[in-house]
């Protein structure tokens, strides 16, 4: 236990608003109080993997280690659609997924957002090109849901993550 | 050459990758015998995978990667076009059922056995189209509805169903879980799985040499590196080709920064899954150092696109090497000061220790490699000195020293993990300090009609790629394969007697990849 909080204590709070410019950080850091402002609260995302090869995952787990501490900043990913104010959607949606994902959407909760997360999810530059529609995808996932923001990248950094939720935040 | 006096002979593959032996036979019966006899020898099966060879005069084609002592026989079975059926191997490999449903699925040959529920195709494409075959054209007009699986009942007093998924409760892939419970425990659990099918193979079939490197290296996000290793061994061995020894150093380099970042983010989420945010806290934080160097020295967090059939496609300075080994000093401390915190903490060790069980019989029965099957005594590493063969270049000189632990449980899957680490560490240290000069890539040539197969030891296990390259010199077929599609089924028998809150514990230790075995 001791040593433990000595790590506690050695590591101190590496959150940053940093990696990038002094305006990245302001804007990083307006983040909560913009959610904070539209909403009235914190923000919750239902993150759905509708058909990613996981690297896009990888990064949005990353939106939780304390260099970007997303749930410190009062965004939280929760378990079900139904605590949702925002989707997040990875992946080429596929067959296999269709439905599932069409539910997903169904059960979250109205005014709801959608945010397309990847080259693969936004159908954009060539690896969106060469995981476009064929039998056993149905394309980008604007293809099955109306979405807000598309955050491009194969995968997206943790950084662009955050500026598409915070866009996605702003359409409201 | 010849495996135990059996009538197939077989020719070592060129190349300098892992010693791969080809044979081909037509006789169903000398197919059967030969999966026999490899079992018999203790021996795996690796991968199987159709292929449709009617436009190059023949029928079809049932190949299998199976793995001995001396290395890795790749075996092939033509069949006749009118009549594409083979033996059923489930009885003597478990780890051929999903394998040969998926070859089904795809390419519409079948297997002689029971078990024909479709694997990979749910509701998305008719059941009579076949989207590997060369006269599949695009898919008919067809509603995807939801469909039925049927899964084994179980019955008993007591015994109820729990449906998990397609999609699970954390930013995690889709699959389902059936599991049959009484009170908590786990009765058993059966999985289903292809909802991340994406028609990858299809997506291959035509491609560039360039273009498959980018398919094949997202067929499995955070094993990118050991995917695009096997293919262009694949490549090389077909066209020929030499890579020059910096970008065999190369290689290496990033595929053991590929297995640090990996054990790195899973001992965090496995300290979190036990109720230690702290863990994550801690090994998230470094791994997001140890990717952030990665994205400064090679242009991308994950490694994505580094390695290319011929070589790599980045070079790294002087101080970049030497970046890259006070990484592994810094990362090397930190890791063994959380290491002594995470041994010491009793809650942690209390869920780890006896927790999700599997032992070196299950691991041989269901040809299990990699991480998981060391963690349970069975040391298979095809980097290392253990086995019949010489390790290919680089690891010849490097002397790899496998971690292993007895018990099979959580705890020794977290153990191995440690110890891994130490490991890669210290061989990223000395691959940094050695690194050959000279070009860091060759050309391949496309040789029409040539065919390799290239396997690597991704972090999770055996990664095979199986290419065969056509009339035009393009990518007539090739089968990325994942480790995972052994190592599903042995999840499904660690749960077992477990209680169900501890599955997440106990699927994280294995962490096994969805989108690659779904394809
Ligand atoms: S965008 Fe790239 S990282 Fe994301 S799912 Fe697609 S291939 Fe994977």
Known sequence: MLSLLKRIAKTGIVTEPAPG???MRREIDRLQDEV??????????REVDAGSCNACELEIHALNNPYYNLEGRGIKFVASPRHADMLLVTGPVTKNMENALKIAYECTPDPKLV?????CGCGCGEIGRLFGPNYATVGPVEAVLPVDVKVPGCPPTPIALMQGILAAVRTR | MRFHAEPIEFTRQPGVGAPIWRGQTADREDWLRFAISVHRHAGRLCALWGSDERCSGGGFRVHAVFALDEGWPYLTLDLPADDPVYPDLSGIFAAANRMQRATYDLVGIRHDGEDRRPWLRHGGWPADWFPLRHDANHPPAHENLPSDYDFVQVGGEGAHEIPVGPIHAGIIEPGHFRFTVVGERVLRLEQRLGYQHKGIECRLASADFATGARLVGRVSGDSTVAFCWAYADALEAACGVTPPPRALALRALLLERERVANHLGDLGMLGND???AFGLSQFFRLKEDWVRLNAQVFGHRFLM???VPGGVAVDVEARHLAAIVTQCESIGRAVKELQRIYDEHSGLQDRFLTTGPIDARLVRELSLSGMAARAAGVLLDARCHRHGYAPPPPWNRLAVRPASDERGDVAARVAVRFAEIYEYLRLIRLLAADMPAGEIRGTVEPVAGAAGVGIVEGWRGEVIVGVQLGADGKIARCHPHDPSWQAWPAL????????????PLINKSFN???SGQDI
Do not use: K, M, Q
């Open chain 1, 21 to 23: 410019t002094d305006d």
């Open chain 1, 36 to 45: 904070l402002n539209i909403l009235g609260r914190a923000l919750t995302i």
């Open chain 2, 305 to 307: 696109d580094s390695i």
């Open chain 2, 492 to 503: 499904e028998h660690a749960v077992l007697n477990d209680i169900v809150p501890d599955f």
């Open chain 2, 512 to 514: 096994l990849s969805y």
């Open chain 2, 274 to 276: 036990a109720a230690l």
């Open chain 1, 115 to 119: 945010v397309a997360v990847g080259d």
